[in-house]
């Protein structure tokens, strides 16, 4: 097995995981808080995709699939285009509102690309440097990782809350 692969397994986790989070929850669950500053499941859900799509197509060099694919004006978001979530204020977190197809479609769109880029790499190409900011400077294959390992993360934290609130 190459590193290839083993990204192309690390990312297939992702999608679903973020379904087995949201699937079969109403809007009103996939939007509710354990208090006024937590996260939403929806947030959750919708930021580890933008991340995701955001991080991806910067590597790649291509549009993000929530502009090219149309799903910013799906979602009809109050942002701008751009925006991932990140250090978003609680008022932002609640202004993400969508049902569970709506975000697991937008997951599995930016999977599926991610996925068509992952194929396309070799080994030699993680060793690129991706972003000089940081010291050391990130790599491709770093930077792929840290975007898995952050989106696993926050499905892990939906799937805690969805727990939480089916149990309330």
Excluded: C
């Amino acid at each position: 097995m190459d590193a290839k692969d083993l990204l192309l397994d690390l990312y297939s986790r992702i999608p679903d995981a973020g379904r087995a989070a949201v699937d079969g929850l109403d809007e009103e669950t996939l939007t509710a808080r354990l208090d006024p500053r937590a996260n939403t499941i929806a947030w959750l859900v919708w930021h580890l995709a933008r991340v995701q799509d955001d991080h991806v197509s910067d590597v790649a060099g291509h549009e993000q699939t929530w502009t090219a694919d149309g799903w910013a004006a799906r979602f009809g978001l109050p942002f701008d285009d751009g925006e991932t979530g990140y250090g978003f204020d609680a008022d932002q977190v609640g202004q993400v509102r969508a049902g569970a197809e709506l975000l697991t479609g937008y997951l599995d769109a930016v999977h599926a690309r991610t996925t068509t880029y992952l194929q396309g790499l070799s080994d030699a190409d993680l060793d690129r440097v991706v972003d000089e900011q940081w010291d050391p400077p990130v790599t491709l294959g770093v930077r792929l990782v840290s975007v898995a390992d952050d989106d696993l993360e926050h499905a892990a934290q939906a799937a805690f809350l969805r727990g939480v609130l089916e149990r309330r």
